[in-house]
């Protein structure tokens, strides 16, 4: 017997399934002689190869360049695309009159038009920038847009590059380098950023980026030209191009709405104004009939012309996403909802239409075995869902996080004695986080600790850094960071807080530990004399000695949570910590397997419209390990979109290559459409859980023709779970075999989707 869980057919995406890609633990950080000057001059030239269409093209620049060293004369439009580099032996470019620099607000989304004066197929845009070193509070961008258009008023996005902290992701088409080793050395790098245009006519070449501190400079802009007439730009997916203002869009054109489930919708905003952080925005609504939208009460109800809802937000600025509003209700008419953003000293912007339309769950269900959560979603967050105790059940999640370092805060100061906390037989009934979470186990959820340990010591003490941070030389580090040899009174405060947090969210089933700053040590460490004096005592090698002192944290950390549980007769959590798997060594150096200090795996899988790279990650954490311990972190948006249809297929190759759950970061990247693609993918495979809970990976027993067909399996006795994956840009029917078993069969896999079989292999 054969079951067929028919996929859905996936947008296109820039990032195809079989392209490399990195997790945020891989990649190390960039040693400084790989990036000498020579040899970025020399990549420049190689980049720019060919005819370059922006020399002495029109510039505009949205907001205008303001660094007072150059912007000397007015000339930063033509600067930029006059083909000349620095000459400064040190590269120094800030310094040059012929460069561009921009200075102010870091979240602040700056524009880049080139008008080439005509439509020319576009090969590939270079820019040259200053990327390191951070001890001199030099960043590269990180994050950076190409779109280009045929009129300057509509723009066709073409690929956006991201950056992820220190990591090289060498060959990675997503992520940018971030250049030299953070806070070490004295020696800049101006790095040609080079990002593939796909050979689309365009006659604007639009190029947006936000810094990653409060200052850029870069010496020149190229646009290489591409082959004959070039590719129909307008095949890519469209909007208006903002150059001022404060505008909110929809990732999709259209979002389903539910009749009995209230849906998120988180809208992003885009605010050029000068000085937007403090510049309020009113946000409107005109709502089709049968559709319900409810606001945060922080958003202040506002009134408004008859037929429009309209709310307040006190502060403006680049905020990633704006919400969470809510959706529900059964759209009639033409479903057709209009949102728009007004700003303080700002032009109203036009209405923008978003289609609604009506939509099912599929049946109820729930797991027993396998943990599903949003796993990034804070308490307030969870209390701002209408319905959520009930809500989040019936789109299939199980697990409910809880951020005790926010609500246990506010109990403590309202009163509550931290000393009645540890006497009490029952902790969590004493505050009213606590009782919430209670009510929430007694409907059948299991409840996650999630926290920042470490990080939030500098959240805590900012003015104490000079102690808890590596003891360096007429310096203290910038950047969030926490000496590995460092055991005095603020290491010994956070080890109690987290031990009277854990008491205060009562019994739990699992601890997440968000310690991104944990390899912060290597590198700052060896410059910190705290750390060069025990590393002497020690006579031990650097690398075994700093990581010893790093893992006697995460021993202290766990063991704060563990003997409250124990002193509570609670049942011990599973325990996993962000980006450390099995698949390398975190940092260059943890291993988490002959480590041993945690129970569950807990690969990031930021990857964009990559669900290849779930399939390959979670493989090859399951045959390392052994076991299903693993909690991968997938996501919707953060690091690059993902269509609703790709979340769903992530899912899939995450549970069907042998992982115990999955969890997502964040609430805030999750619209209607991606919530409602992961309900239909957890249904899907519900029946199946036994299987993927209990059965083992039975990959190597498939045969598929095409061989390009991404195939998962796993089996447990005679009933197997098999996922068939297409990669491709076209349908292709599938033939496959269950080599030893008489299961065999054709099936029609759409583009860049997948088919989730369940099968009678008796």
């Not at 870069?218 to 007439?229: F, H, R, T």
Request: with cysteine.
């Amino acid at each position: 017997m054969m079951r067929r869980t028919p996929g859905l057919v996936l947008a296109a995406c820039l990032c195809l399934t079989s392209a490399p890609f990195a997790w945020p633990q891989s990649g190390g950080i960039a040693k400084a002689e790989t990036f000498s000057v020579e040899r970025m001059l020399a990549l420049w030239g190689e980049r720019t190869a060919g005819t370059n269409l922006a020399l002495g093209s029109s510039v505009t620049f949205s907001p205008t360049p303001a660094y007072r060293l150059t912007s000397k004369g007015g000339t930063d439009a033509t600067d930029l695309v006059d083909g000349e580099l620095c000459t400064r032996e040190n590269q120094a470019i800030w310094w040059e009159e012929t460069a561009v620099g921009w200075h102010g607000n870091a979240s602040r989304l700056n524009t880049i038009v080139i008008d080439l004066g005509e439509p020319r197929a576009v090969r590939r845009v270079v820019w040259r920038v200053v990327a390191g070193c951070r001890k001199r509070n030099f960043y590269g961008p990180k994050r950076v847009r190409l779109s280009g258009g045929l009129d300057g008023h509509v723009v066709h996005q073409i690929r956006e590059r991201l950056r992820w902290r220190d990591d090289i992701a060498a060959g990675d088409t997503v992520r940018l380098p971030n250049i030299g080793e953070p806070e070490t050395g004295d020696e800049v790098y101006v790095y040609p950023i080079a990002i593939e245009a796909g050979n689309y006519r365009m006659r604007y070449v639009v190029l947006q980026f936000e810094m990653d501190g409060n200052w850029l400079a870069s010496d020149e802009l190229a646009v290489i030209a591409g082959e004959g007439k070039g590719r129909d730009i307008q095949d890519r997916p469209k909007s208006e191009l903002q150059t001022r203002d404060v505008w909110i869009r929809s990732d999709e054109p259209e979002y389903p709405v539910l009749a009995d489930v209230s849906l998120p919708l988180w809208l992003r905003q885009t605010d050029l104004r000068p000085n937007n952080a403090k510049l309020a925005v009113r946000y409107e609504f005109r709502m089709p009939e049968g559709v319900l939208l409810t606001a945060p009460r922080y958003y202040g109800r506002r009134d408004a012309a008859e037929g429009v809802l309209a709310f307040r937000y006190g502060r403006g600025g680049n905020s990633n996403r704006i919400g969470p509003f809510f959706l529900q209700g059964t759209p009639t008419g033409d479903g057709i909802m209009q949102i728009r953003a007004i700003g303080a000293t700002a032009e109203a912007q036009r209405w923008i239409k978003v289609r609604l339309f009506p939509a099912k769950l599929p049946k109820p269900f729930r797991y027993k075995h396998l943990s599903t959560s949003i796993g990034w979603m804070v308490d307030r967050e969870q209390v701002l869902w209408p319905e959520f105790e009930r809500v989040y059940a019936r789109l299939g999640f199980n697990t409910v996080p809880t951020f005790p370092r926010a609500w246990a805060k506010q109990a403590v100061q309202k009163g509550l004695d931290i000393e009645t906390v540890r006497r009490a037989a029952d902790p969590a009934s004493l505050s009213e986080g606590g009782r919430r979470l209670n009510r929430l186990r007694k409907l059948g959820y299991r409840i996650v600790y999630m926290e920042s340990p470490i990080h939030s010591v500098n959240w805590r003490h900012p003015d104490k850094a000079s102690e808890f941070k590596c003891q360096i030389p007429n310096a203290v580090p910038r950047e969030p960071s926490f000496c590995p040899s460092y055991r005095g009174a603020y290491f010994q405060e956070e080890m109690q807080r987290i031990a009277d947090h854990a008491l205060m969210v009562g019994p739990h089933d699992y601890v997440l530990w968000d310690w991104e700053i944990a390899g912060s040590g290597m590198w700052l460490g060896t410059r910190c004399t705290r750390c060069q004096g025990a590393l002497k005592e020690s006579k031990m090698e650097w690398k075994p000695f700093v990581k010893s002192q790093t893992l006697g944290i995460l021993d202290a950390l766990n063991a704060a949570v563990r003997s409250g549980c124990t002193a509570k007769k609670y049942p011990q959590p599973e325990i996993g910590m962000y980006g450390l798997d099995a698949v390398e060594p975190y940092s260059g150096l943890f291993d988490f397997q002959k480590d041993g200090r945690l129970d569950l795996q807990s690969p990031s899988l930021y990857v964009g419209d990559n669900p290849g790279a779930v399939h390959e990650c979670i493989r090859t954490a399951r045959a390392r390990a052994g076991n299903n311990r693993i909690l991968p972190w997938l996501t919707t948006g953060t690091h690059g979109y993902v269509p609703p249809a790709s979340a769903r297929v992530m899912v899939w190759e995450a549970l069907l290559n042998g992982a115990g759950g999955i969890t997502y970061f964040c609430f805030s990247d999750f619209n209607p459409a991606h919530m409602l693609e992961v309900s239909r993918a957890l249904a899907a495979a519900a029946p199946l859980e036994g299987v993927l809970a209990k059965g083992e990976p039975a990959h190597g027993q498939i045969q598929v023709k095409p061989v390009a067909i991404r195939c998962s399996a796993m089996r447990l006795g005679g009933r197997g779970a098999l996922l068939l994956a297409n990669p491709g840009e076209v349908a292709c029917s599938v033939e496959w075999t269950w080599v030893g078993t008489k299961a065999t069969g054709r099936v029609s896999v759409p583009a860049r989707d997948a088919v989730l079989l369940d099968l009678d292999l008796r």
